[in-house]
């Protein structure tokens, strides 16, 4: 992790942008008081569209009314 000033972040933000491209952690003080943190972003892997198949199936009662005291506690009776 590097600390650099604000100063130093407005005239140098494509060298941080790098080095927080390759996986630096930037502080930017002011004063000499942290305020804010450059950190990489993480990558996500991708997802796969129907990789849950078939763990869940959706009840035939599913669109059913909900019982009278069940509904009364949704609406706050």
């Known amino acids: 992790m590097v600390e650099v000033g604000d100063h130093e972040a407005e005239t140098t933000p494509s060298d941080l942008l790098r080095r927080v491209a390759e996986g630096e952690e930037v502080v930017i003080t002011r ?3 942290p305020v804010a943190r450059l950190v990489p972003v993480r990558r996500r892997a991708r997802r796969t569209f129907g990789a849950d198949r078939g763990v869940f199936e959706v009840p035939e009662d599913f669109d059913d009314p909900l019982p ?3 509904q009364k506690a949704f609406e706050g009776g």
């Open 68 to 70: 009278d005291g069940l």
């Open 31 to 33: 004063s000499g008081e």
